[in-house]
């Protein structure tokens, strides 16, 4: 870009550090007649090329990124984006509005973002909590632990501990010895904790009949989607298309206003699997590109949570190949988190298959792959190969 007048150098500086933005002025002006900026139609300001705002943000000083962050933080009206800003500027730390930051990054799926605004909102009890959530849909189980351990015996504590320790940290008995130490276990929201352990470890029956019932009240939103992914945990292997048809979509709805958001992932898993087994292949693809257009732009486990359930709709539809390309996407995603539960998956099918074992599979021959069994009544994909076969042989 070559030396720049210092008013076309703060406007490209501040849109590297936050376009787009809405500026005026003669530095605009000139940037833009430089081709250095693109105003558009409702006078919103952006880099004419990204690699503008790279090179400006390698060759800026820490304190004068620090300082424009600061102007940034105090003109922009959403919350979120301040407090972005605000984590690496000259302003004064808040933490207040850390925390109202984290809770709404933790609802969009924004895990990383959620850690670090958490933390920086201090360590007051709901800035610990909220970190907890993140740390466990992070896959990072045993830091959850520490965490939610060092919170004491708050009955706030109780269901996100026993959550993690049962799924991320595969820690059956602890984590239902956490339930029954709850003094008051006349909540919903523990009856619908139970619901969800009870079909995770085997017995559908029991976990359908109890969540059904508790469905049929008026729940608050966490004890809805928690009864939500039971009801369709169970209701998938028990052939109860109908019920889990009715339970996922107020899952869904819960999910979207708690701190348990990340949760319909695991809903429609279970949603996407009953209408399999059901038969019901056509309605799979509308379901999956739903989620996968809600998290194809969120970094992170979402994203990629996303990408599997299309995988699998793609595989019950017969689309191998398709199915294939975008669960290899995925697996290479989860690399980053091993011990993710969604990543065992992904494991991509092969769009040509062969009796041999002569090339196998990346989860195959990954030497990172944790040795992980398919609870006995959760069906994995079948194998393709027998029906590719047949397709070609005709």
Excluded: K
């Amino acid at each position: 870009m070559g030396e720049l007048p210092e008013p076309v150098r703060d406007v490209v500086d501040l849109l590297a550090l936050g376009e787009p933005l809405t500026l005026t002025g003669p530095g605009v002006e000139e940037a833009e007649a430089r081709g250095l900026v693109r105003v558009d139609e409702r006078l919103e300001a952006r880099l004419a090329h990204p690699l503008y705002g790279e090179v400006r943000v390698q060759d800026m000083g820490r304190l004068r990124a620090r300082r424009l962050r600061g102007v940034l933080a105090r003109r922009t009206d959403d919350p979120l984006r301040r407090a972005v800003l605000a984590l690496d500027s000259d302003l004064d730390p808040d933490p207040a509005g850390f925390l109202a930051a984290a809770h709404h990054a933790l609802r969009l799926s924004q895990l990383d973002l959620t850690e670090r605004l958490a933390r920086a909102a201090g360590d007051g009890f709901d800035a610990r909590l909220v970190l907890a959530y993140a740390l466990t849909w992070l896959s990072r189980g045993e830091e959850a632990e520490a965490v939610l351990a060092d919170l004491g015996d708050d009955p706030r504590v109780a269901l996100p501990r026993a959550g993690n320790l049962f799924w991320p940290l595969r820690r059956a008995a602890d984590a239902l010895a956490v339930l029954d130490a709850i003094p008051d276990q006349d909540h919903d929201v523990i009856r619908a904790m139970r619901v969800a352990f009870t079909a995770s470890l085997g017995h559908p029956r029991e976990a359908f009949a109890e969540g059904v019932r508790l469905l049929d009240r008026d729940l608050d939103d966490q004890a809805t989607v928690v009864a939500a992914l039971g009801v369709a945990a169970a209701g998938a292997v028990l052939g109860e298309v109908a019920a889990v048809r009715a339970a996922a979509p107020r899952g869904y709805r819960a999910a979207r206003s708690s701190d348990a958001v990340i949760v319909r992932f695991g809903v429609t898993d279970f949603h996407l699997l009953a209408l399999r087994l059901a038969g019901h292949v056509s309605e799979l693809g509308a379901l999956a590109a739903e989620r996968r257009a809600e998290s194809a732009d969120v970094p992170g486990p979402a994203q990629l949570m996303g990408l599997v359930l299309l995988g699998q709709a793609e595989l019950a539809a017969g689309r191998v190949r398709t199915a294939a390309r975008v669960l290899r996407e995925a697996w290479a995603g989860f690399t980053a988190i091993p011990e993710h539960e969604f990543r065992w998956r992904c494991r991509p099918p092969s769009p040509r298959p062969s009796r041999s074992a002569a090339t196998p599979t990346p989860a195959a021959c990954s030497p990172t792959t944790p040795t992980r069994r398919t609870p006995s009544w959760s069906p994995t994909p079948a194998s393709p190969g027998r029906g590719c076969r047949r397709r070609r042989a005709r």
